[in-house]
């Protein structure tokens, strides 16, 4: 069959893949990766205790680097964090001599994950609609960007209006249905947005909307609010009222969110550019007396430091993205090195489901571009994402009491040459390269089997009357057939017993 | 940090451009040829802009200008395969858009003619690095000749190394992209690709019936015919003189693209292409067809690929004896961002390609694939000096860029609007009594 | 001009006699005899008789005998089964130039939950199609928007809603619709139509809550009174039943949210894939009309399968297994043929969900009658062949459940309609026809038909009087005859508009039926697409 042609090609490359040089030693545990849907991926297991041995640590946290060190997880939770552990009985022991060990890294800026688009852009704010309501848990990307090391991510509305929708913070827990993915505890977000976008300066569109120009996006964030006091004190003078028969006022779903903003409630997440627009954001805010909580790309950043400190407002940003538009003309890769060191909470995120799977290698921009230390770099996509998203409580560093939320590396994380090994979450894993490396054949069998049976459902002859074989599903054509066997479950007839066995979880 | 520190402060001495000598030497550094093993404690010798020694056992002139150069290394400048480079300055500015021109045969276009020798990109894109370019167009089926230009220099004339480095082909593709924004439909890409095949086939058809008028003119035995640009500009494809790069992504297309360059006889073909190009490894190297792959960052096309089928493209192609080079894609976005283009290769070297090969497919192996591979791309004698200076291994990001020179003639990054601003508001005055948090950050960037 | 062809479509035929309901004559009392029944599932009467009278099933036995009044009906080596019910299936909202938020309904023309699709039933055409494939009744839901209206349930019968209907108002209907995204106005988005929902569903429980504060008290500023969030109060309140549809199974978790969030009354159409999710999508604890859209065979060329998706592959292969996972799981679920080009492929796709998914023809024959019968309330009526049920029936030859079933009649309501085998395609109609009508007066009026697709899978759209083109709802070939239906609304005839044209090569003649009269017709084919499959 010549169609097969690249896929026994492929398969050859994978087979000389399949045993991997440098896999971890001593990880028992099973976990489900490898396999591009997400519904056939049982939750890996949390063993009991967890411990991960002589293994260069980078806390994130007050104890620093720790060379040789241990870190202990029981039931999901981290236990210690240091030399020489005890570890109780039972416990699944990871020999991790050599490798580097870091908290699971954290997106503050992802689109990923998310279906039925990422824009409510057709009104001029949209503070009602709700990221977490479109959470996407089949996306593929989150197994990718979980394969470099990636455990939580900021989801977010885009920026086509000056305020857009209400963000999620998700862990990455491949294969388990959105709920479960939502970090519900996390501190609320919304996105707002600044400059040329909800400007539509670079969008054909038929029909132009308010507003156009900067001073008009600021008008027509200062509306919200304003409106949004108005309506608390409408609900003030209902609730205050012992008329019991007065008609109550209108919910408003959009001005709930919005009044949370002015509660201290929901952090701003503003997708910013230029130095006017990040001062301007921040005068409203203090004139509603709150503080924005983190400005989103906010290139130029540097060039209003001193402010973005004084204000208290976090600053999450590209490492060295700039000139695609006119308003990142002055964007430079400096940016976060010079927040930081003007005690800015400074992080890198990716706004691309590409870049979300090397945010290590983001990090190591702030060592090249304005020589960060190396321990504060790392903390650009770990700590200062998880301070500014409003769970450090819960991840971000290793810490005893956080979740065990934590990559495996094959070398120094910030290293070019380094790979994720390991990525767990909750203290279950995730991801393991030496797992998917060894599962990629069956995955290849079973669509070479699966392509051979439809194929020969399609050869059928028309004629073939009933209780002739024709029903039984056919085997993979030989010559088709890869060197290793199928996986059982694949290979098998499709019954009912055997798609509940697929979808066991 | 100190170490880096006291190599900052020595290449601050070195002459910047318009005060070089002729013969200069860069002693005691660890010198990365790529065309040979790397030498400690090593010397280059530079005389006019080209290298005319390099080795440990380098004679230095007595009239020359010594530079020590302990404790950095010295590696060939990196080239940029395949970019919109100087084309471009913002790409959503419609008004600083010079590489895509309308209409399906674009053939007699001409990258450098538009090459903007003071755009803001090419100091940064130094800074990184990056110091020689391929530039192309991009627009139709047929979209013109390219140039390989050297990064600092006066104007177009000036910094072009080799114009007429190939002509570039669009090959359809034959289905429909999935994902992305509004792709286009079944439907659309078949008519796309019934009139783009139309568009080759008939150009190269007319080119040859050009071609041979021509040369019977030449020899006498016809009148000449009347002068046609976009045919003449793709005469040298036919008999092999200009390499044709053929432009195909995705599997089914790029057989397909192959199959049509064997039967349109094209004997000299680089094929523009991405991860896809790793499962025909056999046939590109058995066909001899020279690859600039793109995408080795991207993510798999298909989602039942391994996740890093694309980070271990390159080492497939090189496995299976293929001579590739690596690009970034080289759109315009690309174009700002071209200083990354040795972390594509390294995400490559972290996925299995051989660390040397790694760090040739971004050097050497890009310049030989553009015919300027006895110009720049290694350090060996004869070759233009054009070189960087760093603190450790280019293809690492925390690696940092000291120095760069173009044919001998030190770059001076006080020029890139990155290093100006950042110098500028690096300087800002603090708040009351706030010290820097770092020594020394303020540094960055004054080399 | 606009005026004068609608005139003519709709007033000129009116000289002619209505055509009426096709009521068969004689007396309504019936016997199908030697049949062997299949009471229920599980319940098989290998031989015996089912006597129908006025619509109503009135003994059936191994030992009846026909009472001496009936018609006798000897079905010898047939099979008769209760009519299949579907507990969804949508109808197109008919055009309506009036804009209904002026009507004081919701600014939102996404917002439409006053709709009754009552006053429209089912068109000739797809009842026809449904009875082809064996359903006798449904639940008819209006198809656009996000509040969409209420659904009925209605009999396949002929003679319109009134001569059908069983239940006026069956429940709300709801998909996360949005308005196709940037520039098309709100909600653009998935989570727009999702916070609409919600802000929708709060300002009905306001309106109601607005206006009983005043009536207590009119002596402050009266609240408004939306006719669509007035439509949605039972709703809001958990009173009334709404059926939310979803395109995948992340969809029913979706709705399980918002069912959660509101304390709905609800029932989910699925979307044939919760295999995937089946511990998620049993936990939602709602009953689940599931599509059995099973995906054809994956189609690769042949030299170029790395299109094909795995998830693709293993849908096609596990697809079949959905309903008796479902069924495994403890889900309460009907079938539906929603989602299918062709109704008639439900009974194809069932026979694969026995053969390749597990299902038993028991389950699968509840699944499509006793099921759907209780989701719906009416199986004191319908989903058996039983004594006191309404004369709904499916007359098979062998097997229903086999891979092409033959279905021979369906009786509705005790009236037979004869299922005549449809010829195989001999002509491929697609392309630009100009019509000639000519009414039964004499008058003339043209007309342009564009058909797009195979013959076997025809669509298009037909010219108003104004020279729009207004969808078909069917269009189908039978050897050389081509069969059309379409909405008479837009020609100032609410009602189906049906009419058959014999064709060879681009020309055709026949007639047809509107609701004013009969007429004739004649058409040439001046455009025929390059390339027909």
Known sequence: MTSAKPFSMRFIFLLALAVPASAVCGSAVASTTGDPSAWRNDRPEQPSAVIVRNATIWTSGPRGKLEGGDLLVRGGKIRAVGEGLTAPAGALEIDAAGKHVTPGLIDAHSHAAITGGVNEGSNITTAEVRIQDVIDSTDVDIYRQLAGGLTAANLMHGSANSIGGQTATIKLRWGAPPAELFMANAFAGIKFALGENPKQSNWNVDERRYPQTRPGVEQSIRERFTAALDYRRKWNEHNASRDRNRVPPRRDLQLEAILEIL????????????????????????????????????????????ELASHGAGASTFSDWWAYKYEVIDAIPYNGAIMWDRDVLVSFNSDSSELA????LEAAKAVRYGNVPEEEALKFVTLNPAIQLGVDDRIGSLEPGKDADFVIWSGDPLSTYSVAEQTWIDGRKYFDRADDLARRDAVTAEREALISKARSFKEKPEEEGEGSDETAPAEPESETEPETEPETETDAEPTAGALRQGVNR | MSRSLTLLCCLALLPVSGAFAATTAYVGATVHPVSSPAIESATILVEDGKIVAVGTEVEIPADAVSFDMTGVHLYPGFVHPLSVLGLTEISSVRGTRDFSEIGEVNSDIRAEVAFHADSELLPVAMSGGILTAHVAPTG??????????????????????ASGVGAHVAYPRLR???GGFNPPTEEEVKERKEKALEALNETLDDTKAYATAMAAALEGKAPKPEYDAKLAALVPVLDGRMPLFLYADELSQIESALDWAKEREISNLVLVTGPDAAYLGERLAADGVRVLLNGVLARPDRDWEPYDAAYTAAKRLHEAGVEFCIGDGGDGFDAAHVRNLPFHAAMAAAHGLPHDVALRSVTLSAAELLGIGDRVGSLEPGKDATFIATNGDPLEIKTQILGAWIEGEKIDFSLDRQKRLHEKYDNRPRPDGDQPAVEGLREQGKG | MKCTRACAWGFALTALVAAGAAQARGPAVHALTDVRIVVAPGQTIEKGTVVIRDGVIVAVGADVAPPADARIWEHTDLTVYPGLIDAYVERSWPRKKDDEAADGGHENALVRPERAITVHGVDDGTAKKLREAGFTTVAVAPEDGLFRGRSAILNLGDGGPDQNLLRASHAQNVTFATTGGFGNGYPGSLMGSVALFRQTLLDARWQEKAWSAYSANPAQKRPPMNTALAALADVAGGRELVVLEGDDALDALRSASMIGEFGLKAHLVGSGDEYKWLDEVAAIGVPLIVPLNLPDLPDPPKEDDMVLSLEELRHWDQAPGNPKALLDAGVTVALTAHGLDDPKKILSNLWQATDRGGLSADEALALVTTAPAGLLEISDRAGTVAKGKMANLVVVEGDLFTEKPKVREVWVDGHRFEIKESKPAEIEPAGTWNLTVTTGDGQTLPAVMVLTGDAANLSGTISDPDGNQVPLSSASVSGMRLEIVFDGTAYGMPGDIEFTMDIEGDSGSGSGTSPAGEFTIKGQRSETPEVIR
């Open chain 1, 263 to 306: 509660d201290g409630k929901r952090g701003i997440q503003s997708h910013s550019y230029r130095a006017d627009e990040i001062i301007m954001l921040m005068r409203i805010a203090e004139d509603f007396d709150f503080t924005v909580k983190c400005f989103q790309h906010v290139l130029e950043g540097y060039k209003v430091a001193d």
């Open chain 2, 140 to 161: 139709g089926v047929f979209r013109g000749t390219s140039a390989a230009v050297k990064l600092e220099g006066w104007n177009w004339e000036d910094m072009t190394m």
């Open chain 1, 357 to 360: 799977r090397r945010m290590n």
């Open chain 2, 176 to 178: 429909a992209r999935t």
